[in-house]
């Protein structure tokens, strides 16, 4: 769902006609402009009233050069929306400029904010003229990520770009950075207010007063300058004698929020009555417009009251050069809020109903929503957040921002509206509260139960919650309606391999598949849960087939977000099968067609780096898993998501587990643990096991014990291949603790318990596991003396591990295993020592992905046919080929292939 764009965001405010003019203001901001600033912006920071808004419209209106202007609102605080009105106002002087960039943010999951960015800044340095940005009333904004994509645009901005800002407060900028680069322009309050000069033009020929040069000074001392409350008095005095100036003058002090309230009280009692109950109807809303007035006053007479209320000088403030739309001064709002709660309280609510049902009728729903919650139409405001529902899973609604709007409505009303309720059910799943969400779905599901289902139940207002009587309709999506069922099954599914209920995740993705009304995204949606409860059961081959099925289906329709995410789980799935190179040739591929397509690299690229990560650690190659790690961090550190944090902790801890730092693995799966949010991807390695698995690497015997009776784990349990690596732990801790006390009865208990662990895995046909365990026999048949059993084993593991190139499973064992690979001799432990890396007499090797194209140039495929067996693009392959003739110092095809032999790299 697209953001819709508010045009009259984006029109400058036209010069007032009757306007102080400050020569001495624009110069300084014209210097600003000088060329000898290598990254240009302007500050205007100072409190509400000091005429910032004014001063930049009368500055861009003469410098001469295009001007993008956007006025802010509480909704940009919403990071996607921010940037869409940053590219529209940006558009509006370059109307070519960012089309792909408001693509991007329109898709279900955008790349990292800098990618975004990265795009619009190279658009913007195309940009032939020199223009200027203003960003007005940035003080709105309450938001990191916001602040934080502004920092990045700054740090970076194309030199044809002025940036202006105008705020109440200063923004968590690099200020201090800019002043000291000599990079930023600042107004603040001492340069804004009036100076005693600029207090008698203003008052005596702008305001129509006849005051003597004394009151003029004492006035401008009492306000310090402060326009908005100059304006104030003035309008106050003009309704005074001359006589009365002085004393009026003189009683005109103390906090300004005082004198405000004390000054809209004068000048609302000295309008007519229209126009002080226009007013006073109209102050709860952020924008004007003659339709909507209209619609919230009742009456047919917007155009001219806010043509009248412009000429009054009464704090409206056009925001189109057609006068179409405009805002009061935000004070003025304020106190006019503040008068009509305490002067009509019974006609707020119908007020806010009014603007919400404009809104609505004007497509506008987020707006909507603000004006029906204000006005405690929660029955309104229901039906506009169900409805805002499913935006909130293709990315166009922030999950955040929907549960705000939720979490305000009556629980019991949720719970009678089956469809809200189930939407609420799945915000809550994103966040780990399974036992919440299953109960709202039970909720939803009795509801159903109960209801006719062909007729929705209306649920009939009180006349607490919303006084007027013409109410709207309770709306209701007949076709979320209709698809509530598969839904529910979905979500509960969800739940139910989250918490390694096998059957109940059979039996709800399966009705699922059976529901005709269930649409094509929940039914892959089951097809998924499916394929990750073989994978959970221990089903690998056929979970294997499921996820390389789908992942290509996801490739081909272009989705590669999700491709990737599949792939991930299709990777570890092949990793516990110990197909080790095609699980990295898989994400290898991924990985390329993803940096071939360009910036902005996808978030989930994260995942692809870690899980390279993983991969490269199982084969020795500390490094490459460094690398990959790193730039996982890069990636994930953007993301910002607890489940990636998550990942890439546990990820951590097993790399620094290799590099021998022990405890600074343990610190970071304490991390870890903080982050864990339960999902349905089975938890195969426990967090608690791995901390285990080190405390017996450190000797800490004593503290892995208490794991074992905490897991209250058995040797003569039938693990689940769920619980393997706790029971493979288990075999591991009693290893050890024969080691440390030579009781024979721990020994002899890991001994069965890795036959029975081994004969699962070989039914599995899972040889990842086979090789640790066949390691783990070897290990213990060692630690009582039998050398010869021991080796039958350790040889059998290396005879599955060598193909593959695992390596850091036994490189993991230390001085025991060292041992042992001497014994076996060093033509049993030979790949060992090359750590799964093709010796190549060549200066530069060619790389894995350059070896598996020159495999393909051996038979009679084509370029493009070489591609798609790839998946990747044709470009991609030529780049390898034009390496592999470059190392191998040749000039086609014939001859590569023919070299490539020479030297048995085939």
């Not at 207002?461 to 529910?488: G, H, W, Y």
């Amino acid at each position: 769902m697209s953001t819709t764009i508010l045009a009259t965001k984006l029109y400058l405010p036209p010069p007032r006609a009757k306007i102080v003019l400050r020569p001495r203001l624009i110069e300084k901001l014209n210097e600003g402009l000088s060329s000898r600033c290598t990254l240009r912006m302007t500050l205007i920071s100072a409190a509400a009233g000091f005429g910032k808004t004014t001063l930049v419209s009368e500055w861009v209106a003469s410098c001469g050069r295009p001007v993008a202007w956007l006025s802010l609102d509480e909704g940009d605080s919403d990071l996607a929306r921010f940037l869409t009105y940053l590219v529209a106002a940006v558009q509006a002087i370059a109307p070519k400029i960012g089309a792909g960039v408001l693509a991007i943010l329109q898709s279900p999951q955008p790349p990292p904010t800098e990618s975004i960015l990265t795009i619009l800044i190279n658009e913007i340095n195309t940009v032939p003229e020199d223009f200027i940005f203003v960003l007005d009333d940035y003080h709105i904004i309450d938001s990191k990520p916001v602040d934080n994509a502004l920092a990045f645009l700054i740090e970076h901005l194309p030199p044809q770009m002025h940036l202006v800002i105008a705020t109440r407060e200063d923004p968590p900028l690099p200020l201090a950075r800019l002043r000291v680069r000599c990079q930023l322009t600042e107004l603040r309050a001492a340069d804004l207010r009036f100076t005693p000069a600029e207090a008698a033009e203003f008052l005596n020929q702008m305001m129509g007063l006849n005051l003597s040069a004394e009151d003029i000074a004492a006035l401008e001392t009492r306000t310090e300058g402060w326009i908005a409350g100059l304006q104030l008095a003035a309008l106050s005095m003009q309704g005074h004698a001359s006589r009365d100036a002085a004393n009026f003058i003189k009683s005109f002090t103390g906090n300004h929020h005082f004198i405000l309230d004390y000054l809209v009280e004068e000048v609302l009692q000295r309008q007519p009555e229209p126009v002080r109950n226009f007013l006073l109807q109209t102050a709860i809303l952020d924008r004007l417009n003659s339709p909507l007035c209209d619609a919230v006053t009742g009456q047919e007479d917007g155009r001219g009251m806010l043509e009248a209320l412009e000429r009054g000088n009464l704090f409206v403030i056009p925001l189109d050069d057609q006068r179409q739309w405009y805002r009061y001064h935000h004070l003025f709002a304020e106190v006019l809020q503040a008068h009509l709660r305490e002067a009509q309280p019974d006609r707020v609510s119908i007020l806010h109903l009014r603007a919400s049902e404009w809104y609505e009728r004007n497509g506008l729903r987020s707006e909507a929503i603000h004006h029906a919650l204000a006005a405690r139409d929660f029955e309104g405001a229901a039906g506009l957040i169900e409805l805002a529902g499913p935006a909130t899973e293709d990315g166009s609604i922030q999950q955040a921002t929907w549960l705000g709007w939720v979490k305000k409505l009556p629980e019991e009303l949720v719970h009678l509206r089956p469809v809200l309720n189930v939407w609420y059910a799945y915000i809550l799943l994103g966040s780990g509260e399974l036992e919440t969400a299953d109960s709202r779905f039970k909720d939803a599901e009795r509801w159903l139960e109960s209801a006719d289902t062909t007729k929705v139940r209306q649920v009939a207002p009180s006349a607490e919650t919303c006084p007027e009587s013409n109410r709207r309709m309770v709306v209701v999506d007949k076709k979320q309606f209709k698809s509530l069922p598969a839904t529910i099954a979905i979500g509960r599914a969800y739940i139910a391999l989250a918490l390694g209920n096998i059957p109940d995740t059979v039996r709800y993705a399966s009705r699922v598949l059976e529901l005709t009304e269930a649409d094509p995204f929940r039914h892959s949606q089951a097809s998924m849960m499916l394929g990750m409860n073989h994978w959970a059961s221990g089903s690998l081959e056929a979970a294997e087939r499921v996820f390389a099925e789908y992942t290509m289906k996801l490739r081909t329709a272009g989705n590669i977000p999700d491709a990737i995410g599949t792939s991930v789980v299709l990777a570890d799935i092949r990793l516990a099968l110990g197909h080790l190179h095609e699980a990295i040739n898989t994400l290898e591929q991924l990985l390329q067609f993803v940096m071939d397509q360009g910036e902005p690299i996808p978030l989930d690229a994260a995942d692809l780096h870690r899980e390279l990560s993983k991969l490269h650690l199982e084969q020795g190659n500390l490094e490459a898993a460094a690398k990959h790690l790193q730039r996982s961090k890069e990636l994930g550190e953007k993301a910002q998501l607890p489940v990636s944090r998550y990942r890439l902790c546990i990820d951590q801890a097993r790399l620094k587990t290799a590099q021998g730092d022990l405890e600074g693995a343990l610190a970071l799966l304490d991390e870890a643990e903080h982050l864990y949010i339960r999902s349905p991807l089975p938890d195969f390695c426990p967090i608690s096991a791995m901390k285990a698995r080190i405390w017996v690497a450190q000797g800490k015997l004593t503290k892995a014990l208490e794991w074992v009776r905490e897991q209250t784990l058995s040797v003569d349990d039938a693990p689940s291949y769920l619980r393997e690596f706790e029971y493979v732990t288990l075999a591991r801790v009693l290893i050890a603790r024969y080691q440390s006390d030579r009781g024979t009865g721990s020994i002899r208990e890991a001994v069965g318990l890795l036959e029975r662990l081994l004969q699962a895995a070989e039914e599995g046909k899972r040889m990842g596991s086979m090789i640790e365990i066949l390691v783990l026999q070897a290990l213990a048949h060692q630690a009582q003396g039998n050398i010869t059993t021991a080796l039958v084993s350790l040889e059998r593991a290396l005879t599955l591990a060598e193909p593959e190139g695992y390596v850091r499973i036994f490189l993991d064992e230390g001085k025991p295993m060292v041992e042992l690979l001497k014994r076996a001799g060093k033509n049993k432990s030979s790949f060992l020592e090359k750590q799964a890396i093709i010796p190549q007499p060549l200066i530069e090797p060619l790389s894995e992905n350059e070896l598996e194209v020159l495999r393909l140039l051996r038979t009679e495929l084509s370029g493009p046919e070489i591609a798609r067996e790839r998946m990747v693009s044709l470009n991609t392959i030529r780049t390898h080929t034009q390496h592999i003739y470059a190392k191998l110092g040749v000039n086609n095809r014939r001859v590569a292939v023919r070299r490539a032999e020479e030297l048995n790299l085939l």
